[in-house]
């Protein structure tokens, strides 16, 4: 019926796009509503300059197709935001999922009235299912931090998760960008290139690994593709979705020459694999120290000027505890005599100027360009926007008021019917997201043909999901990761937002087996109504 399929997804990302193909293929009528012009999600948006995965071309894509693994010919290690693009629109065209795809429309509440899911957007359309199944993304709601006088500024701003299609010119021009994450860390080296001088305003230094990015050999892709059953395997035995062994080697029981090589031999191959040569690096506070100053003597060795070398060392967390950036010549970037590092931390920014940005200091940096690689307000932002209420009208706003709870990262009690892909309390952003996103698209079409077949509803219990917030958070404290006071992870990124470790720590082959064992004892975690005696 018009606007009214079973289920309503809302995003075409990664997620969307495989959540509409899979509900698709379990004999629902599925329909997508998308803010953006086109699929895509974050490729669609993050178009910034040096813009790309850092998860490996070959394996950050999905695994449901055996075809679409054959046929798609990736042409780096690293892909950029382009070729994902042209990837994900790929999908769309192949398995004809634009059809059923409301682009250009936001959401702006959707509110279940006891029979179902009533959705409004903010062009004023309407539509009813039964099933909501979000696709939101964990890192589409940009943060742009509220510093005063933005609105003054002369020149032109932008954040990076909002880039325009068209591109910004910074030839020649005098380009700021404030943060140093994995954004800040792929754009300030593309930027450096053609900015007149590029200002970097730096609060926290990072940890960054070489990504060692290269065109994939003819050779290399062929032999991917000829493994994909042994590699996907390994994906799926693995703690974060990527296929690496992680190995065996105790670090410190080496001798320290050895030590340091097993550390070069990481360092050369670069990218996500670094972390992957050393073993409990994220849980074995000495192994993290030892790793986090071989990389911090790396800054040292590549920054020519020993103050900026300095300022630009991590001392205040360690290694891997805040995502770790991989990069392409970012601490090189600072041996210009067009770049200069700006430490905001020692001297913080205190307003935007017509000019530029001016510190508490009183010095001010003249700008033609701003560039907020501020990131996101991670996981619940994007599903808090959506302004959803569950059964009694009650907000999810209110239900995450002391932070965000979920079951399994897939479901919130008091909100029937509403399925989150890569909600909070997922692994999500801790693993490679596509086999996350799959494994959470595969697990909610079970349950939603489930629920069809035996005409129910469905709804975490509140003692279910109290017992995986607390497994969540006993998952966190088990590692280091809650040790980076301004991780957003943590939700400390965005000003007021509840301080709760959000992703699952606990490994994504651990979770997936957890969620396995849920539905195959019936889904006792979900309290299963008759719809009868639900409406
Ligand atoms: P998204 O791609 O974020 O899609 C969500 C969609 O929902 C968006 O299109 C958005 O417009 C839409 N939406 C949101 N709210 C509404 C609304 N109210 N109404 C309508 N539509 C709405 N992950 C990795 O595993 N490896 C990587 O190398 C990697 N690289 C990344 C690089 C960048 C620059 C960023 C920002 C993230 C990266 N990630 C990476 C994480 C990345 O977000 C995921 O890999 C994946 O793309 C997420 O897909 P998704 O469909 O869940 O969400
Ligand atoms: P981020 O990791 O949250 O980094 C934001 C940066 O902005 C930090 O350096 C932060 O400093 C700084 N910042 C924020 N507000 C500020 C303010 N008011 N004043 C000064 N500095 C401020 O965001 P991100 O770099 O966009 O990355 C977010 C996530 O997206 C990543 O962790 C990753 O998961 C994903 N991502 C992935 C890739 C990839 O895989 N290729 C690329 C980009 C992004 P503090 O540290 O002090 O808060």
């Known amino acids: 019926m018009a606007n009214d399929p079973d289920v309503v997804v809302i995003g075409a990302g990664f997620a969307g796009l495989y959540a509409i ?14 803010a953006a012009e086109g ?27 055996s075809e679409l693994e054959q046929e798609w010919d990736w042409s780096e290690r690293y892909p950029g935001q382009a070729e994902i693009l042209s990837y994900l629109e790929h999908v769309a065209d192949r398995f004809d999922l634009r059809r059923d795809i409301s682009f250009s429309t936001t959401v702006v509440s959707a509110a279940h009235d006891g029979d179902g899911w009533v959705i409004d957007t903010e062009d004023g359309g309407r539509w009813t299912c039964r099933w909501l199944v979000t696709a939101v993304g964990c890192l589409s709601s940009a943060n742009v931090p509220d510093i005063p006088g933005l609105e003054s500024f002369a020149g032109e701003w932008h954040h990076t998760g909002q880039w325009p299609h068209e591109g910004v010119d910074v030839a020649g021009r005098r380009v700021g960008v404030v943060g140093t994450g994995s954004t800040g860390i792929q754009a300030i080296p593309v930027l450096a290139e053609s900015a ?15 990504a060692r990015n290269a065109p994939l050999a003819p050779e290399e892709a062929a032999g991917y593709k000829a493994d994909y059953a042994a590699i996907r395997e390994l994906q799926q035995a693995s703690t974060n979705g990527h296929p690496f062994v992680v190995s065996d080697v105790d670090t410190l029981a080496l001798p320290d020459d050895e030590r340091r090589a097993l550390l070069e031999r990481a360092w050369e191959r670069g990218g996500l694999r670094f972390r992957a040569a050393v073993r409990d690096v994220l849980t074995d506070p000495a192994v993290n120290e030892e790793t986090s100053d071989f990389l911090r003597s790396k800054i040292h060795e590549t920054v020519d000027d020993a103050t900026t070398a300095e300022a630009l060392t991590p001392r205040d967390h360690p290694f891997a505890t805040k995502r770790p950036p991989i990069d392409t010549r970012y601490f090189e970037t600072y041996n210009r005599a067009d770049v200069s590092l700006v430490d905001v931390r020692a001297d913080p920014i205190a307003t935007i100027t017509p000019r530029g940005v001016r510190l508490e200091s009183g010095a ?7 560039v907020f690689a501020t990131g996101f307000d991670a996981l619940s932002g994007p599903l808090l926007r959506l302004g959803i209420r569950g059964t009694g009208g009650q ?13 399994l990262g897939l479901g919130v009690a008091g909100f029937p019917d509403l399925f989150t ?28 043909a489930h629920l069809r077949a035996h005409d129910l509803e469905a709804e975490p219990t509140p003692e279910a999901q109290a017992q995986w917030a607390e497994h969540v958070r006993e998952a966190a404290d088990a590692t280091l990761l809650p040790q980076a006071a301004s991780s957003w992870y943590l939700g400390a990124n965005v000003p007021g937002k509840p301080r709760v470790f959000l992703p699952y720590a606990g490994g994504f ?13 019936g889904y006792p975690g979900f309290a299963l109504r008759a719809r009868q005696q639900a409406a």
């Not at 907000?395 to 079951?407: F, H, M, N």
């Open 39 to 65: 699929v895509g999600g974050t490729w669609y948006w993050n178009r910034y300059p040096g813009a790309r995965c850092d998860s490996e071309s070959y394996y950050y894509c999905y695994a449901f197709s």
């Open 196 to 210: 007149g001088h590029l200002t970097v305003f730096q609060r926290t230094a990072n940890f960054s690994i070489p």
């Open 395 to 407: 907000s999810l706003a209110d239900a995450w008021a002391e932070g965000a709870t979920t079951y």
């Open 364 to 370: 001010e940096h003249p700008l033609d360009v701003l």
């Open 21 to 34: 193909h899979r509900l698709r293929e379990r004999g629902l009528s599925v329909h997508g509503l998308e």
């Open 509 to 521: 082959a651990r979770y997936r087996e957890m969620c396995d064992a849920e539905a195959a004892a």
């Open 421 to 448: 892909i890569t909600g909070p309390g997922s692994p999500s952003v801790l693993t490679n997201m596509p086999t996350s996103i799959e494994q959470h698209v595969d697990w909610i079409a079970d349950l939603v």
